[in-house]
């Protein structure tokens, strides 16, 4: 064929196959929430909708995931507030010991999940609290916030002074300034690393492992479950969960489409 080059083949042929080994498991998970499983969700014994009209049938399934969720939400809110404070102090204001905060900051990300997870524990057991949802809460918190200032830190570097220079000029108040220009920008930044910390806080099992106690979260279920088949209703709740992922990317490039047509008109 004229034209054709191994080398111009071999991009496209690699990332086909990189495409599809990543989503032969997503796969199995939607196919299998149709399995007629009985007992066990590991052999396919036939298509059912039983599962989907009834996907809280399986003992502490709905339970486990709607702690997740509870778990992603507030850990999520908290660590985005202090986050995005902390973010706006290391980039905007000069004070002792920044630089050392900064390098800190990174630690939880570059720590190794059972270690941080082991001596969260430890400090747990120490201080006598007892483990559950907030305990849990507590230590998502902890390594979400690493996250959450490491995206809005990149976003306040990329602001514009001059823009908040003019509100002022036009006699804002420095509270006006904030919500009224410093914010709207900051925003893309901070609903990202919203979403981002959530789904680190929902996707958690090892540090929730050794810090939940008697609570179960959905990873939790799902690996206890594994050993006999994840049930086909987990199954369910994971295809709800990435079908709902993917129309919310679906929805956000449409509206940056539409907004780059209306900037283009104009």
Same mark, same amino acid.
């Given at each position: ?58 003992? /502490? ?61 430890? /400090? ?23 996250? %959450? %200032? ?26 006006? %300034? ?54 086909? /209703? ?33």
């Amino acid at each position: 064929m004229k034209g054709f080059t191994l080398g111009k083949a071999f991009v496209p042929v690699v990332a086909s196959i990189a495409l599809i080994y990543l989503l032969i498991p997503i796969v199995h998970v939607i196919v299998f929430s149709f399995n007629d499983a009985g007992r066990n969700n590991i052999l396919w014994r036939g298509f059912t909708l039983d599962n989907w009209q009834n996907p809280c049938g399986a003992p /502490q399934v709905c339970t486990a995931f709607g702690n997740s969720i509870l778990v992603g939400v507030v850990a999520t809110v908290i660590a985005t507030v202090l986050g995005t404070m902390i973010a706006l102090a290391l980039v905007r204001y000069r004070f002792k010991f920044r630089s050392t905060i900064s390098l800190l900051l990174f630690t939880p990300m570059a720590t190794p999940e059972v270690v941080l997870g082991a001596g969260l524990a430890a /400090q747990f057991l120490l201080a006598g609290v007892e483990k559950g949802l907030g305990t849990i809460i507590l230590a998502h918190t902890m390594f979400c916030i690493s996250y %959450v %200032v490491v995206a809005v830190k990149a976003r306040v570097a990329s602001l514009n002074p001059a823009i908040e220079e003019a509100g002022r000029d036009l006699y804002a108040s420095p509270g006006q %300034v904030f919500w009224r220009i410093t914010l709207p920008m900051l925003m893309p930044g901070i609903i990202g690393a919203a979403l981002l910390s959530f789904a680190l806080s929902f996707d958690d099992f090892i540090i929730t492992n050794f810090n939940s106690g008697t609570a179960t979260t959905f990873p939790k279920f799902i690996y206890v479950s594994a050993l006999k088949g994840v049930p086909a /209703q987990a199954n369910v709740l994971a295809s709800i969960v990435f079908f709902g992922a993917l129309a919310l990317v679906i929805i956000v490039q449409m509206v940056n489409i539409n907004k780059q047509k209306r900037l283009q008109r104009q």
